[in-house]
């Protein structure tokens, strides 16, 4: 398997553009997590689905951000408008049938910058 | 509320020196712990787990027990490798508001 895909692996972008960053979980994974990494925050939880629904999104920052999960193989996060604090690392994460209290596999990142 | 104390890096030391990590945490009922580790450029890998009170999870050397009495989950290697430079995350699962929480992350450097 060829793990977790993530696109774009960076992105940089101007103040007030729309950004959409991608995910694919493993195949057979029914849990997918959104995470953010700052030197500020740490690693920060900010939505996670299973089984294509939304649980918990209590860790999107704000209305800026959405996310979406049309089907068991894609996600993807967005920010609309985005602001030169969202710069940082976000990481997909996916797991087979436990959820957190199992191993979660994590894609290797999308590095945004916002100008 | 459920978190995790991670003890502050970073963390320089010799090829073969003994490597212990300090985590703490806070948690309502019985958490899950975890070690991810996250190589430069990379996303986090699972380390190590340890899901009950006295349980050691462990893996290429490295260990971690699960203390309840002292809410604690240290990681500890006994003979580092350069190749271990890495940072290291505590982290814990609860069930109570089926919520994961990250330490901080402690940087380690191996040099040889």
């Known amino acids: 398997d060829a793990g977790v895909i993530q696109s774009p692996r960076h992105e940089v972008t101007e103040m007030g553009q729309e950004v959409t960053l991608r995910c694919k979980p493993i195949s057979g994974h029914d849990y997918l997590f959104w995470y953010r990494q700052t030197m500020m925050r740490g690693l920060e939880l900010l939505i996670y689905?299973?089984?294509?629904?939304?649980?918990?999104d209590s860790g999107m920052p704000e209305d800026r951000f959405s996310a979406k999960m049309p089907n068991a193989s894609f996600s993807t996060l967005k920010i609309q408008p985005s602001e030169p604090r969202d710069s940082a690392v976000y990481f997909c994460?996916?797991?087979?049938?436990?959820?957190?209290?199992?191993?979660?596999?994590f894609g290797p990142g999308t590095r945004l910058t916002v100008l | 509320g459920n978190s995790v104390t991670q003890m502050e890096g970073p963390v320089t030391l010799s090829e073969e020196a003994f490597l212990t990590i300090n985590c703490t945490y806070t948690a309502t009922g019985y958490p899950s712990l975890f070690w991810y580790v996250q190589y430069p450029g990379e996303g986090l890998q699972l380390l190590l787990k340890a899901t009950k009170a006295d349980d050691k999870g462990s893996n290429k050397g490295f260990e971690a027990t699960y203390r309840k009495e002292t809410t604690s989950f240290h990681l500890e290697k006994g003979s580092v490798q350069v190749s271990d430079s890495a940072v290291y995350f505590c982290?814990?699962?609860?069930?109570?508001?089926?919520?994961?929480?990250f330490g901080t992350g402690t940087s380690l450097t191996v040099i040889p």
């Open positions: 994460a996916s797991s087979a049938g436990t959820g957190f209290f199992g191993e979660q596999f």
């Open positions: 982290a814990l699962s609860a069930y109570t508001g089926n919520q994961f929480y």
């Open positions: 689905f299973n089984n294509n629904v939304p649980i918990d």
